[in-house]
């Protein structure tokens, strides 16, 4: 019903930057949030970066100041620009998204399929 595709991943070397962009689209009737988390091998899913109606942004600690995330609500679309990257930032980065499924009465969370991000040293 409802996809959230990312791109923009890769290998970058360290001080680099990259950009993810992530698009939803399905049957979407409301989007509340959108944002990005990442996983590293071995650790817990945690959160990087989000944006919610309302509310404005959110990041982690270890990224502020490096990193900006966008949303484009016309396009269902959110954005991480991502500086000053760093070996500590290698992992794979997933969109997030806190909508309203067209019918539903509920709004649900969902992810993208994830892509990844290697900074080398």
């Known amino acids: 019903q409802v996809q959230l595709v990312e791109s923009g991943g890769g290998l970058v070397q360290a001080g680099g930057s990259l950009r993810l962009s992530c698009a939803a689209s399905?049957?979407?009737?409301?989007?509340?949030?959108m944002g990005w988390y990442r996983q590293a091998p071995g650790s817990q899913r945690e959160l990087v970066a989000t944006?919610?109606?309302?509310?404005?942004?959110k990041y982690a600690e270890d990224v502020k100041g490096r990193f900006t995330v966008y949303k484009d609500n016309g396009k269902n679309m959110v954005y991480l620009q991502m500086n000053s990257l760093s070996p500590e930032d290698t992992a794979t980065y997933y969109c997030?998204?806190?909508?309203?499924?067209?019918?539903?009465?509920?709004?649900?969370?969902?992810w993208g399929q994830g892509t990844q991000v290697t900074v080398s040293s």
């Open positions: 399905g049957r979407i009737s409301s989007i509340n949030s």
């Open positions: 944006y919610t109606n309302g509310v404005g942004k």
């Open positions: 997030y998204a806190h909508l309203l499924v067209l019918e539903s009465t509920t709004y649900s969370d969902h």
